[in-house]
């Protein structure tokens, strides 16, 4: 069933090339003030055709508010919001198999029945609504003294040696257009640009961190922080790794170098470093909760490939044509920074605070 969340339900809607795509938000407190200029600041981050780096399709993503608000305000019933596809061109999509994309396990799962163009539900067109959701979550989290930012860490075999350690330096990377170390993202941009011209696409790290999240937040055992923040993480299409804190670069230090001393600051307790990521048996400590995603290359590329056509009766040569991102790592910083939001709120919510 596609529903996630505990005390915060999400429901995602739609398919790529369908009319419109959207989501359901149930259990926003009622009272919660949503202000619509921030959900379009939020929306503009992640929407398509705005660089020369991202792919050509235009889509505005405004999104349609059907139920759940009143005079910009929750009303503590769910919140239905709509983003409709605009600029869709299905011509760009045959019959046979993509490779990397979901039309081959879509064809086992769905006999054939499934809408496929430009990827249907399993499209990164449906991260849309999810930024929408996140969009409400990190303003119901303002409220409660919590920021989540996000950066690009990686893309290709360039990596951002710059690691903000407050969230004022992470405010200023998520105010630039690309989220990274000024001289990084000038290289990350020049091989995202080098890897479209030869028709092939990079991956990338994109990282994620909750600032003023309270200790006690998560579950044992199944509802740990991780197991939520992975879930969520786990659904977006381009995402095929996770990890928390240092990760696993934990597994190449000894005890010693791993733990965290614990001290008291200040009459509490901290601790001097964060190699946890800022949770420890499933359950929040107070400190930055830090995660990474990883984001896979963009599947669809313009050289040859090998694949068989959608009966699986015959081999076929694909070179995909249309319109697509030769990364979608910039895009994807919105998005995780979402899954995050929702689940931080979720945690909240479900402790009662």
């Not at 990364?327 to 919510?349: F, G």
Request: hydrophobic share 40%; proline share 6%.
């Amino acid at each position: 069933m596609n529903v996630w969340g505990n005390r915060l339900k999400l429901s995602i809607f739609g398919e790529s090339h369908g009319p419109a795509v959207g989501v359901v938000v149930d259990g926003l407190p009622a009272g919660e003030a949503v202000d619509m200029a921030e959900v379009a600041r939020e929306m503009g981050r992640r929407a398509p055709g705005r660089s020369d780096i991202s792919t050509a399709r235009r889509e505005t993503d405004n999104v349609e508010i059907v139920s759940g608000l009143r005079d910009g305000v929750a009303t503590g019933f769910p919140i239905c919001g709509l983003i409709r596809n605009r600029d869709a061109r299905s011509g760009d999509y045959g019959s046979v198999l993509r490779p990397g994309h979901a039309d081959w396990t879509a064809l086992l799962k769905y006999r054939g029945y499934a809408d496929m163009r430009g990827g249907g539900h399993f499209s990164g067109r449906l991260t849309a609504p999810l930024v929408f959701a996140g969009s409400l979550a990190k303003q119901a989290l303002a409220r409660r003294g919590v920021e989540v930012l996000a950066r690009v860490v990686s893309v290709g075999g360039i990596a951002d040696a710059a690691s903000p350690d407050t969230a004022e330096r992470y405010r200023i990377l998520s105010g630039e257009d690309f989220p990274a170390s000024r001289t990084c993202a000038e290289a990350m941009k020049d091989l995202i640009r080098s890897s479209g011209d030869s028709g092939d696409s990079v991956g990338g790290v994109v990282e994620a961190v909750a600032f003023g999240l309270p200790g006690g937040l998560g579950e044992p055992f199944f509802g740990s922080m991780e197991s939520s923040v992975a879930s969520l993480l786990f659904s977006v299409p381009a995402v095929k790794g996770v990890e928390f804190g240092d990760g696993f670069r934990l597994t190449g230090m000894k005890g010693s170098e791993a733990n965290d001393p614990i001290v008291i600051d200040g009459g509490a307790i901290t601790s001097r470093t964060n190699h946890c990521g800022g949770i420890l048996g499933g359950i929040t400590n107070g400190m930055p909760l830090v995660v990474r995603a990883a984001i896979k290359p963009t599947p669809s590329i313009s050289l040859p490939q090998d694949s068989v056509d959608a009966p699986g009766t015959r081999g076929a040569t694909l070179e995909i044509t249309g319109r697509h991102d030769p990364c979608v790592v910039p895009r994807a910083v919105p998005v995780v920074e979402a899954c995050l939001a929702l689940c931080s709120l979720d945690a909240i919510l479900t402790c009662g605070i």
